[in-house]
């Protein structure tokens, strides 16, 4: 094993393993660091998103919503099924399927790219060396021109919840049920615990969503908060604002959890808890006293808007900095920096990052919310486009939610998108390209969408900024 690299990566999830293939496809000689060890206690490639994260939680979300629609959705389109019924161990054992076929894709990838995996903890020592700790124990300093962070986050626990195995459990754990809970809590309504109630809820789960702030979905534009905190709603979510968990224990086998609310003290009892309150960097013994780098007042590695740490050379990506701790955010922020490494100027969009929440319908947006941008002063025209009037979702039996398109009065340049309904996550594709290159509401609206598609939707609602919708009834007329 060399003892020196061109570029060091600790870390190997989104942000750190496209860091490593790039940086390696550019011709330098690269290692990438990581601790993670699957379910077969080998080492595994891929970070929290492949193996904890983005990619199983889909799998379980996309067969759940297959259930759900099979048991209660077929019968609206003509098809008669009787005697549906789920097979939780076979679901949990195809989502680990998924899974491995994508970690040892990144092992591929590593291997046909020339990518040195080291199977161990990465720490960052002072002039650009790492101590290497591999999974046997043995400590190696390996020395690097330059190294990239990129250790990812872990999720918070909370005192009042201690995770309990089999009881109380993380985002990880909920991944992990061998059979459908009568009862299920969850702490928190933010995207992990819309997410992984949505998936034991339509599998037959009593769920409670215990969320402490008021508001649901802040960070989301309020029109699109509103109405999809009442779809959820009328699934079936039990969706408690204003409750902050005081305690929770296990008793007789069931948990039993303490809030306050606006109206006092209260409790329920549930079989299983799952704790989805966020994630933070995971920075524990990953950094050396003198090492140089710093951290902001958040925890997060400091750094500026290339990725660049205090210190020449070292650079960090990813959850481990400022910024949405988003896979993809992190992926073209490790992308960027190993391109600067080799010369090249790239930047990072960070006005163009979306969200998605995969509840069902979808919640995506790009850009600024309607009351960001009121809130700006500036003003703004908006478009909003329905899908109970799209030829295609009323095909599809899919017409909850709507498009919306939000453009500046002056110069009609696209603020923000937002689209709450069925391919939300691929309509909005559609709307960070537009963003991208500085589109206004009227070049979407020349744009040609093909018909019947869901994305006619974005077109017709862009149409609408300028009261030119063609079907519906415009507020606007010019």
Aim: proline share 4%; hydrophobic share 45%; net charge negative.
């Amino acid at each position: 094993m060399s003892e020196q690299y061109d570029v060091i990566v600790i870390g190997a999830g989104p942000a750190g393993y496209a860091a490593a293939i790039r940086a390696a496809q550019l011709g330098m000689s690269t290692a990438c660091i990581d601790k993670s060890i699957g379910k077969d206690g080998k080492p595994v490639l891929g970070g929290t998103c492949l193996n904890w994260g983005c990619i199983p939680s889909k799998a379980l979300l996309d067969a759940s919503h297959k259930f759900h629609d099979a048991k209660h959705g077929f019968a609206a389109m003509g098809v008669k099924v009787s005697g549906v019924e789920i097979d939780v161990p076979a679901m949990i054992a195809r989502k680990d399927q998924v899974v491995t076929g994508l970690t040892q894709g990144i092992q591929g990838l590593f291997k046909g790219n020339g990518v040195t995996h080291l199977a161990g903890r990465g720490k960052l020592l002072k002039d650009r060396k790492v101590e290497f700790t591999a999974n046997d124990g043995a400590v190696s300093v390996l020395q690097a021109k330059n190294v990239i962070v990129a250790a990812g986050s872990v999720p918070v626990q909370i005192p009042p919840a201690p995770l309990t195995e089999g009881f109380i459990v993380d985002s990880t754990g909920a991944l992990e049920f061998q059979s459908v809970p009568q009862r299920l809590g969850v702490i928190g309504a933010g995207v992990i615990g819309l997410e992984l109630g949505s998936v034991w809820n339509r599998l037959g789960a009593q769920v409670v969503v215990l969320e402490a702030l008021k508001e649901f979905l802040p960070m989301a534009d309020e029109r699109v908060s509103r109405d999809a905190e009442k779809i959820l709603r009328k699934q079936g979510l039990d969706i408690r604002l204003g409750y902050l968990v005081t305690s929770a224990k296990v008793v007789n086998g069931a948990v039993e959890v303490a809030f306050k609310t606006p109206d006092g003290e209260q409790s329920v009892t549930v079989d299983k808890l799952i704790v989805a309150v966020g994630r933070r960097p995971a920075t524990q013994n990953l950094l050396s006293a003198d090492c140089g780098v710093n951290l902001d007042e958040r925890g997060f590695l400091y750094v500026n808007d290339v990725c660049e740490t205090d210190v020449p050379g070292v650079y960090a990506v990813g959850d481990v900095v400022r910024g949405p701790m988003l896979a993809h955010k992190g992926t073209e922020e490790g992308v960027m920096v190993a391109d600067r490494i080799a010369g090249h100027k790239p930047m990072v969009n960070y006005d163009c990052i979306p969200s998605v929440i995969y509840t069902h319908p979808e919640i995506a947006w790009v850009g600024k919310t309607e009351q960001e941008v009121k809130a700006g002063g500036d003003a703004y025209n908006v478009g909003q486009f329905p899908f109970a009037a799209s030829g295609r979702a009323l095909a599809a039996n899919d017409t909850e939610g709507f498009v919306k398109v939000i453009a500046d009065a002056a110069t009609d340049r696209i603020l923000g998108i937002h689209v709450l309904g069925p391919q939300a996550s691929e309509i909005v594709a559609q709307a960070v390209i537009s963003m991208e290159f500085d589109g206004s509401a009227e070049d979407l609206g020349l744009t040609m969408f093909a018909h019947p598609s869901l994305s006619e939707a974005l077109h017709e609602a862009a149409l609408g900024v300028a009261g030119h919708a063609i079907h519906m009834v415009n507020r606007k007329k010019k």
